[in-house]
């Protein structure tokens, strides 16, 4: 079974400082982990996603992660924070192509001006 | 680039009523899931439908059910609606002959149970 973690609810950063929001996954195989980004009312944006190979990916807006094994880590990271950034983001893992998304709870991004 | 569509987007209903939500997924996406997202809560897997057939089943209460059409479109039925059951209600498609790993969603059906 897989499961995702977000440690952190809530982050605040100010503009231009980097963002950095944490994702933990558990698989018995290995994942295919995805970030998406959900603005206020709306559906959920694909921001990146690692399926194999390079273990960095690079999104949408200037996002990146990087899939760690050893770490079972994802972290999506962004250099310098626009204010256009805030919204709610979640990780998920999935085991295989046509498998349901498990879905960490969430992380509400505050971008200080 | 064409969308999954979802129709409503916000629909309104009373306690013991029922609703129908339709998901109209990507131009030649053959596999449809349904999530339901509680406020403030991450989204939940209900159902999926692949080439029109039940492929997995989540955490779907028995009140609803789901199919599947001829033209890939779904559509998700819930009868004896509960105030429990307000919430967004995300539909996503993938291909299973393109990056079917990656689920597309579309921009949710809110539901409000009175």
């Known amino acids: 079974a897989q499961s995702v973690t977000q440690l952190g609810s809530h982050v605040s950063v100010s503009e231009g400082a980097l963002v950095l929001l944490r994702c933990n996954y558990s698989s018995s195989v290995p994942p295919y982990l995805f970030w998406y980004v959900q603005y206020p009312n709306q559906g959920l944006q694909l921001l990146l996603k690692y399926t194999t190979g390079a273990t960095l990916v690079k999104g949408i807006n200037g996002f990146e992660a990087e899939f760690k094994k050893s770490e079972t880590s994802f972290h999506l990271t962004k250099p310098s924070a626009h204010m256009s950034d805030a919204a709610e983001y979640f990780c998920a893992v999935s085991d295989r192509p046509g498998n349901q998304f498990y879905f960490g709870t969430g992380t509400s991004l505050t971008v200080i001006p | 680039a064409a969308g999954v569509i979802q129709s409503p987007r916000h629909l309104i209903k009373e306690k013991r009523e029922t609703a129908t939500l339709k998901c109209y997924p990507i131009p030649r996406h053959d596999t449809v899931y349904w999530y339901q997202q509680g406020p403030g809560q991450d989204p939940q897997f209900l159902i999926s439908f692949y080439e029109k057939m039940q492929s997995d089943k989540g955490s779907i209460p028995d009140r609803f059910s789901a199919q599947q059409f001829s033209d890939y479109h779904s559509e998700l039925n819930m009868s004896s609606l509960e105030l429990g059951d307000s919430a967004l209600y995300f539909c996503?498609?993938?291909?299973?002959?393109?990056?079917?790993?990656?689920?597309?969603f579309g921009p949710g059906t809110r539901l409000l149970v009175l």
């Open positions: 996503a498609s993938s291909s299973k002959t393109g990056p079917g790993e990656t689920q597309y």
